[in-house]
């Protein structure tokens, strides 16, 4: 099979299409022949670009590794404990923090998901893993209708589902964080109420009750300033690098506001949960409920070319390789 594996890590062109064996289904897993593929993972650019540049190298991923966690696509064989029914299905697969990028590509069976007959491939790996975080994080947060959110860093996949969602779920306003007037005025029509600088500055309100984060970074501790008495920080990833060790000072310094501030993965939800709330998402999207947003479509052939659109930031929702 064709796969793009990690030859060195570093720059975009560390990618290389190489030919592979193609995978066997464990007992509890399917082999799905793929039709799309997710770039990124999480945020703008994500988890894939951060495996591949080596910066979590520390965590035991090696070069040589297939990157990609989520594809679509139809599938072809079952391990012996999964029902045969499942061949020749359309689903949905998480296959890790590795896998994705090849034509053929297993899942565990609990990470596969049915796909509506009206949602394509490539709307399925745009909504999949980003639709559950944007849904949960706002759950983490403790979110009510009525409130106000701000959705930092929200280009990627996980903030502009946020956005659509905290707007579908009563949010008084919702405001996010961006690189240009141009994809301000695109987030508006997802849902946003007020567009901010990166620095978050700009006019909207001068405190929410949620944030969620997809970026963290050197300036997270200044987002404590932006938070309501009794308001909830969230972050969902850390494309913009880890905050500085001391960032709980910040935090304590507004001690008399009773903020709150976490962490959230999607790693803690039961898959259960997931795969109910992933359908719920792929049904509305099928339906036209839920739009969902491709920067580009490219083929595997172009791996180099989607991470260095993602390393210059100029990705606006999920790139997508097409096998």
Do not use: C
Request: proline content about 6%.
């Amino acid at each position: 099979m064709k796969a793009v594996i990690i030859k060195a890590f570093g720059a975009p062109d560390g990618l290389s299409v190489v030919d592979l064996p193609k995978p066997t289904p464990g007992p509890t897993e399917v082999l799905i022949a793929v039709d799309a593929i997710g770039v990124g993972g999480v945020g703008v650019g994500g988890v894939d670009a951060l495996i591949r540049n080596g910066s979590l190298a520390g965590w035991g991923f090696t070069e040589g590794l297939v990157p990609g966690s989520e594809v679509a696509g139809t599938v072809e064989s079952v391990g012996r404990e999964v029902d045969e029914s499942w061949i020749g299905r359309r689903v949905w697969g998480f296959t890790g923090l590795g896998g994705g990028y090849a034509d053929h590509a297993t899942a565990e069976i609990d990470h596969v998901v049915p796909l509506p007959d009206d949602l394509s491939a490539v709307d399925a790996v745009t909504l999949g893993s980003s639709g559950v975080v944007a849904h949960f994080a706002l759950e983490h947060a403790h979110f009510q209708p009525g409130e106000s959110v701000l959705v930092r860093g929200a280009a990627g996949s996980i903030g502009i589902l946020t956005v659509q969602l905290a707007a579908r779920r009563g949010a008084s306003a919702v405001a996010v964080t961006t690189s240009s007037a141009k994809r301000g005025e695109q987030l508006r029509r997802l849902g946003a109420t007020h567009v901010l600088d990166r620095s978050g500055a700009g006019d909207g309100p001068p405190a929410y009750d949620v944030i969620v984060d997809v970026v963290a970074g050197p300036d997270l501790p200044t987002y404590f300033g932006k938070l309501k008495p009794n308001g909830r920080l969230v972050v969902v990833g850390v494309v913009g690098g880890q905050p500085p060790a001391e960032f709980g000072t910040a935090l304590m310094a507004a001690f008399r506001n009773s903020l709150t501030f976490s962490t959230f993965s999607a790693d803690t939800v039961p898959a259960e949960q997931r795969r109910t709330v992933r359908a719920g998402q792929f049904a509305a999207a099928a339906r036209g409920e839920l739009p969902t947003v491709v920067h580009e479509q490219l083929t595997l052939d172009d791996a180099v070319v989607a991470h260095q659109k993602i390393d210059a930031g100029e990705v606006f929702g999920r790139i997508v390789l097409i096998p």
